[in-house]
């Protein structure tokens, strides 16, 4: 009979049976739920509740089978449905009446959510410390390749020179704000609901305050029914993973472009490529594109997992079991991604001279010969047309603004003087772009400083979540 079959005259549907259980994919939290259990059985001895001895054994049955499913040499049953059943009836098979007491004071609404919110907290930590490793990896890319310049875009079409360092820290800030979003994710996650019961509290005499402390939680849900019933720390968690998915996936289709034959910017390891099976020449950033193309899975479990949630009353309702397969699947594919990625950029190749050649043959300097127009005294728009009509003059001839002589530049304006070349080159474009997020060597120094501070603060968040998420586990010890 399952444990809460006492009010039942008939076995449940096998087909029925199979489609209610979620043990298949939860089974993943069972460390989470016997350190939750653990914590409960010590708060209910405190209490009064159970005896010490109960306690104990208790304890003692949850670190064994513990070390049993780290062995993996627990069996897990559809036939219990789930992490907490399965645990539990084990427990009870393991030593007899004292494992029936460990539910007391609580639901299986209240104890799922804690699973859930131990695992999301685990999972960020773990998140954050990879996210952390990609934006060093840029950082060190940045400074590796501090002194190329590429052809910067808007509309995918050449528009100004840029340091390939500037390209890259503007990832790094992306990321750097993904990692705000994680610290928010965090404390949304970082709520204790255990003590909810099913959704009305309980008549036992629970300290819940005593659980958090041993669970490392910073508050307790206000309310009982928002306890059991609260999914925002996860869809907070699938929007956190689908915007830093966005973010990688426009990286790797500067990746794919770069790294094509008509571009030439960049060469992928080739640990990180696969060839074709009838092409031997084909060298394909699959990896980039694998990443651009799961990005469209982190949207869907997060729009899934939105939909689910639009239309559920008070409280806890069946419907909420379909808040872990997308919350696994994204866990797992982001850690992927960001692992990857980390080693993707440290073993890529820059090809400076291809950069600099296609901006020796183009008009990514006609901003510069604007503004040179502008300091020389002609209003911006006269100076826009002026450097127009000069850029069609060059298509029309074959050539780019650097090539033109002084008389060939004095026919479109007469203030221009012999210093129009030296403004034009491609070194003192970059260089003339001082301003505080410009793309001036000066600029990116700082900038660079500026992401190397950021990135021992994000450190130091890091192993604080890290340490909650270890501490747990000692529990279990």
Not at 28 to 35: A, N
Not at 281 to 303: A, S, W
Request: net charge negative; glycine share 6%; with cysteine.
């Amino acid at each position: 009979m399952k444990l809460w079959g006492g009010r039942f005259t008939k076995a449940t549907d096998k087909t029925a049976e199979a489609f209610n259980a979620s043990i298949q994919y939860d089974c993943r939290m069972y460390g989470e739920d016997i350190c939750g259990s653990i914590a409960h059985a010590s708060m209910l001895a405190k209490q009064g509740i159970i005896t010490t001895a109960d306690k104990e054994t208790i304890i003692a049955g949850l670190k064994a089978i513990y070390k049993e499913i780290e062995a993996g040499d627990f069996a897990f049953s559809i036939a219990l449905e789930d992490i907490h059943m399965n645990v539990e009836q084990r427990l009870t098979e393991a030593v007899g009446e004292a494992g029936k007491r460990l539910h007391t004071g609580r639901s299986r609404n209240d104890q799922v959510a804690l699973d859930t919110h131990l695992y999301v907290r685990r999972e960020i930590a773990a998140v954050a410390k990879l996210l952390i490793a990609l934006q060093q990896a840029i950082i060190d890319a940045a400074e590796k390749y501090g002194d190329v310049i590429m052809p910067g875009y808007t509309h995918l079409q050449r528009a100004q020179p840029i340091l390939f360092s500037h390209h890259l820290l503007a990832y790094f800030s992306m990321l750097s704000r993904d990692f705000c979003h994680l610290e928010y994710v965090w404390k949304l996650a970082d709520i204790m609901p255990l003590g909810a019961g099913a959704l009305a509290g309980t008549t036992y005499p629970l300290d819940q305050q005593y659980v958090a402390d041993l669970l490392h939680f910073t508050t307790i849900y206000d309310n009982s029914l928002d306890a059991v019933s609260d999914r925002d720390y996860i869809l907070a968690f699938l929007e956190f993973a689908a915007n830093l998915m966005m973010h990688l996936s426009r990286l790797s289709e500067e990746f794919i472009l770069w790294s094509s034959s008509e571009f030439k910017f960049i060469e992928l390891d080739d640990a990180h490529c696969t060839g074709s099976s009838i092409m031997p020449q084909k060298k394909n950033p699959d990896i980039c594109e694998l990443v651009r193309g799961k990005t469209g899975r982190f949207y869907g479990h997060l729009m899934g997992l939105l939909t689910v949630m639009k239309g559920i009353p008070m409280a806890y309702d069946k419907d909420m079991q379909e808040d872990k397969e997308g919350l696994f699947d994204a866990v797992d594919n982001l850690k992927f991604a960001l692992a990857i990625y980390a080693d993707m950029i440290g073993a890529m190749k820059v090809n400076k001279e291809r950069m600099r050649s296609v901006l020796e043959e183009d008009f990514s300097n006609a901003t510069d010969m604007a503004d040179y127009l502008v300091k020389k005294g002609l209003p911006f728009r006269e100076a826009h047309a002026v450097v127009g009509k000069t850029v069609r003059y060059c298509i029309e001839s074959g050539k780019v603004l650097q090539e033109l002589s002084l008389e060939e530049f004095k026919a479109f304006s007469p203030v221009i003087t012999a210093d129009i070349h030296h403004f034009l080159s491609i070194d003192i474009c970059v260089e003339q772009r001082k301003t505080y997020n410009g793309t001036a060597p000066s600029s990116v120094r700082r900038q660079l400083a500026a992401a190397g501070t950021t990135v021992a603060a994000e450190l130091t968040v890091q192993e604080r979540w890290q340490s909650v998420a270890d501490s747990l586990y000692e529990l279990a010890d």
